[in-house]
């Protein structure tokens, strides 16, 4: 009898895969006993099962990559990149695309019960890395019957797990999409978490992580967190070219606290919103798995231990000349390592000044050279 059941969700317009009695060990012991994913899939499977891509979503993503999300009414955060005729093609592939361990879109997290009790796991939800978030995204392919995958896409923490992925499971990728991403996440980084994570913690409304009991939610805390971590997502330039200095519905300064700046109008805005759509403890418990990563001494040293289990892997690795969060330097440290071992590895640095969003935002060259790579790897697989 399998230990897991797939079910569709018609409300939420996913599938979830529930698993039950697996014992699931994540990195720091804890063991899950049950737990769930969440997970879309676009296109159709074809019958040698060689063309799944599975897209890793950043921090805040989930799996409605493309389509419409039902849960804010808004097109999917990549709707642009995929579907049919698009960069990720779906007429050529099927795309999964799950919410990650630890989310809140329907993925087991802490918003979730830890018991038959109904208790929830709040502050108890056991810490997790991003080894974690892709040691259960190879046990959806598992459920999936899906043994290799044609690529893994992702940007920012979906980067991450891209490169866990051909760390951990090299015999079961051909090729990754490594977009605005690093070997570890850098002091600069954990600084700019560890104060929004303060923020959040600080909220009278926070209970310890147990405000769902307290019929609560830390709103000022979370808003603020998002305010802060959406200013390291746009470059000077960004913010100049679209706000500058701009009043906000003013022609004269308040001398006071209200909003005078567009800027400050735009920030509250985004912090707002978020709040409607997240969970505070995710974004703890996220914030703390990116914190977490850590590459730098190891990954020279994997591959040259399992090396004849990735040479047939393609590695494409995308930097931004305005990303100051992933800048290029800490994306071609990955790229000299690869170059060093003989990999195959292809690079590009794209010019623009919408700093690390740029993967998230109108970049032709990035939608260009993502097609390039998939359907010509597409093609030397079918020749």
């Not at 799996?63 to 093609?89: A, C, E, L």
Request: proline content about 2%; aromatic content about 12%.
């Amino acid at each position: 009898m399998s230990n897991f059941k797939i079910i569709k969700d018609k409300e939420l317009d996913c599938n979830f895969v529930d698993f039950t009695n697996v014992d699931f060990k994540l990195e720091s012991g804890y063991l899950l006993n049950n737990y769930r994913l969440a997970y879309k899939t676009f296109g159709t499977l074809n019958q040698n099962k060689t063309n799944a891509i599975l897209i890793c979503h950043a921090l805040t993503g989930d799996q409605y990559v493309t389509g419409k999300n039902p849960i804010t009414g808004r097109d999917g955060w990549w709707s642009r990149m995929v579907g049919p005729n698009k960069p990720i093609d779906t007429n050529k592939f099927f795309v999964i695309c799950s919410n990650v361990l630890g989310g809140c879109a329907g993925s087991t997290g802490p918003k979730d019960k830890k018991d038959s009790n109904e208790n929830i796991y709040g502050g108890e939800f056991p810490s997790i890395t991003i080894k974690d978030i892709v040691d259960a995204q190879a046990k959806l392919l598992d459920a999936l019957k899906i043994d290799q995958l044609f690529s893994v896409v992702g940007g920012s923490m979906g980067a991450m797990q891209a490169l866990q992925w051909s760390i951990d499971f090299p015999n079961r990728i051909k090729s990754i999409i490594h977009i605005a991403g690093a070997l570890k996440h850098s002091a600069q980084n954990i600084a700019f978490h560890e104060v929004g994570r303060q923020a959040i913690m600080n909220d009278s409304n926070w209970h310890k992580g147990n405000y769902s009991e307290e019929k609560t939610v830390p709103e000022r805390g979370l808003s603020v967190a998002r305010m802060i971590a959406h200013i390291t997502y746009l470059s000077e330039d960004a913010m100049h070219r679209k706000f500058g200095r701009k009043l906000q519905s003013r022609d004269i300064i308040s001398f006071g606290f209200d909003a005078d700046f567009q800027i400050e109008s735009y920030l509250r805005y985004q912090g707002r919103s978020f709040v409607e759509r997240f969970d505070a403890n995710s974004y703890l418990y996220l914030t703390r798995a990116m914190d977490y990563f850590d590459h730098s001494e190891s990954y020279r040293k994997t591959l040259e231990f399992v090396n004849d289990s990735n040479n047939h892997i393609n590695y494409l690795i995308i930097s931004f000349t305005s990303d100051w969060l992933f800048p290029t330097r800490e994306n071609k440290e990955i790229v000299k390592i690869l170059n060093n071992l003989s990999k195959n590895v292809s690079f590009l640095e794209i010019e623009t000044d919408k700093g690390h969003d740029s993967f998230l935002l109108d970049e032709p060259e990035l939608d260009k050279v993502t097609k390039g790579f998939l359907e010509s790897n597409y093609r030397k697989t079918n020749e």
